[in-house]
């Protein structure tokens, strides 16, 4: 059993205001009498709360000592029992954290200040000091932390006692040693071992040696195991059913499993509620059995979206999803969008193949209109794609069929592709999934097209990204940006290449300080019946690259600084254009709204350029 031990007293006959620690016989219900009569003797005056000054302690010490202390009282009686029970307090606090011994001196004070005696009403006392001298902290001496049964070989538990901070020579803190059992107990039962209990668990202080002794012995039993599993084969197969789950009946029991099914299951979208339910009082031979309840999402749901951004400036949306069309699995998605620089519309009809989370085949239409550099372009495209989503990579081979019909300087062209392709791609990152404290995604993408075929030219286009965020400490933020792309094959004159096809640069996402889509290969076009003229289209090879730091003002605010750099050419040298600038970012529930202001630094006499948008960087 812990160990009971004197306290030191502070005797209060030499120091005025000091509280008594033994109050004498009566004096409590004196004053609980006094505050009753003062009370009503100031029935209508205002009540100011009384004043709690703590020294002699900081940190999480003095922070402590606070909370016990609580909320300071305004009404007579309430201030009267917070003075009787302030020593008490003051030393539950301290020995919370390990000081045993201390020293502490209370003194009440009036108004303005002067120290007031035992005898003063709770009425006039508008301020209590407390200064504290802790004395030496109780540190751990024996340390004797035992699992028994199946739980002594399971690493998940071992390793938890192997890291816990309740080591010889650590100090107390009754805090540390509660959470510690508090996370044996959890971290057992989440790992199945549901009989397991402490059979021997104390903690001894010995407050004169300053020496605190802690003994758990953690029996587990045997491990539970995962039993049949049911759910209702009527909202999903059950082949798509089992190729979902991360266990089988038979398996080690975890609540993770559980939870990673719980994942899978709400990630597909076909589903407006999901409940995986382990019920663990049915459990048979040590086999639980698991209950998945599965309420149906909506057949059809319709959202409206606006929004704005200064590369495609104000845009309206609609988005139509039937997230489950029968049994196994086959979903649509129809968006519909409009903004002066960038209207379309798409579909996507999705064919789960086995597992509805990884492997799919996806028919794909879209039409599009959009801007590059001087060129006005309309997109009619046409695919089929298979996607795999594995642990680490996103891969995606498909064939599009590509219409682009685009004018330059009045003069119509159109070209026609048939474009097999390769995607790959990979996102990590840590903490917050709008606004991660670091990360790193990567896009790669290869396509090809050949007369042979049918596309009205051979080649072969490779382009890659790669986005980087670290946080090295406090708040600094760092974000990093670098896209590559090339062009292989074509021998057409560059204003005759599809423009989505060629590269282009500059806006929100490239280079800020230039228009969207502005950098590109500059050509003089002869025209039959006027002079040459200059005019952008696009290039063969691209090379941007952004740096910025942001610095967190508080948890809704942050001020950022940045430069980004590049071009989109044709040939070997790049003529890289350089745009610097600074911003205020706003942080919301889908990411940062940004509003930053950018100029050249390669021209002469720029323009600064308002850049606003919203969104997540990974």
Not at 493 to 513: C, I, K, M, W
Not at 535 to 548: A, C, D, K, P
Request: glycine letters at 12%; proline letters at 6%; a negative charge.
């Amino acid at each position: 059993m812990p160990c009971t031990f004197p306290e030191r007293r502070v005797s209060p006959a030499s120091i005025p205001g000091v509280l008594r620690y033994t109050p004498e016989a009566g004096s409590c219900g004196r004053r609980l009498l006094a505050a009753g009569l003062c009370s009503l003797a100031l029935a209508g005056a205002p009540a100011l709360a009384l004043d709690y000054r703590v020294s002699g302690v900081d940190g999480a010490l003095r922070d402590n000592v606070r909370a016990y202390l609580g909320t300071p009282p305004k009404e007579g009686a309430a201030v009267a029992r917070a003075l009787e029970a302030a020593r008490g307090r003051v030393s539950e606090a301290l020995q919370a954290l390990g000081y045993y011994r201390p020293v502490i001196e209370l003194r009440e004070l009036d108004a303005d200040g002067r120290a007031l005696g035992p005898a003063a009403a709770p009425a006039e006392v508008a301020r209590l000091e407390v200064r504290i001298d802790p004395g030496e902290r109780v540190r751990l001496g024996a340390v004797q932390i035992e699992l028994e049964g199946e739980a002594s070989g399971d690493p998940a538990l071992t390793g938890l006692v192997e890291e816990s901070e309740l080591v010889p020579g650590a100090p107390l803190d009754h805090g540390r040693y509660t959470d510690f059992k508090r996370e044996l107990q959890t971290r057992a039962r989440a790992r199945g071992y549901l009989d397991g209990r402490f059979t021997r668990h104390s903690l001894r202080v010995d407050p004169a040696a300053g020496v605190a002794d802690v003994e758990l012995v953690f029996a587990s039993g045997d491990r539970y195991t995962f039993g049949a599993i049911s759910h209702d084969e009527a909202q999903l197969d059950r082949e798509r059913f089992e190729a979902l789950m991360p266990f089988a009946p038979g398996d080690p029991y975890e609540e993770d499993k559980l939870q990673q099914l719980g994942a899978r299951l709400r990630a597909t979208g076909l589903f407006g509620g999901v409940s995986v339910v382990p019920e663990a009082g049915r459990a048979a031979g040590r086999e639980v059995p698991v209950r998945v309840e599965l309420v149906p999402a909506p057949d059809h749901s319709l959202e409206l979206g606006v929004g704005f951004r200064t590369d495609t400036r104000g845009r309206i949306s609609a988005l139509w999803r039937s997230p489950r069309l029968n049994r196994a699995g086959h979903s649509q998605e129809t968006r519909l969008r409009w903004s002066p620089v960038n209207p379309g519309g798409s579909t996507v009809y999705r064919i789960p193949l086995g597992d509805l989370m990884r492997d799919s085949v996806q028919l794909r239409a879209s039409l599009e209109d959009n801007r590059y550099g001087d060129l006005d372009s309309r997109q009619t495209v046409a695919g089929v794609r298979y996607e795999n989503a594995g642990e680490d990579w996103v891969s995606s081979l498909g064939v599009r069929a590509l219409r682009e019909d685009w004018s330059v300087l009045e003069e119509e062209f159109d070209a026609d592709y048939f474009l097999p392709g390769l995607t790959l791609s990979r996102r990590s990152r840590r903490g917050s999934v709008v606004d991660p404290t670091a990360g790193f995604s990567q896009f790669y993408s290869v396509e090809t097209a050949a007369s042979s075929l049918g596309s009205d030219s051979d080649l072969v286009r490779l382009y890659g990204n790669w986005r980087w965020i670290a946080s090295p400490g406090g708040p600094n933020r760092f974000v990093g940006r670098l896209e590559l792309g090339a062009l292989f094959g074509s021998s057409q004159r560059p204003e005759t290449l599809a423009p989505s096809l060629g590269f282009f640069a500059g806006g929100d996402q490239s280079v800020r300080g230039y228009e969207y889509q502005s950098i590109g290969y500059e050509v003089l076009y002869a025209r039959l019946d006027a002079p040459p003229a200059g005019t952008t289209v696009g290039g063969e090879r691209l090379v941007t690259g952004s740096i910025e730091y942001q610095r967190y003002l508080n948890d809704s605010w942050r001020l950022a600084v940045f430069a980004d750099a590049g071009d989109a050419f044709v040939g070997e040298e790049p003529d890289f254009k350089v745009g610097a600038g600074f911003g205020v970012h706003f942080l919301t529930p889908v990411g940062a709204l940004k509003l930053e202001l950018a100029n050249s630094v390669s021209e002469a006499n720029p323009d600064w350029r308002v850049h606003i948008n919203i969104g997540a960087e990974l």
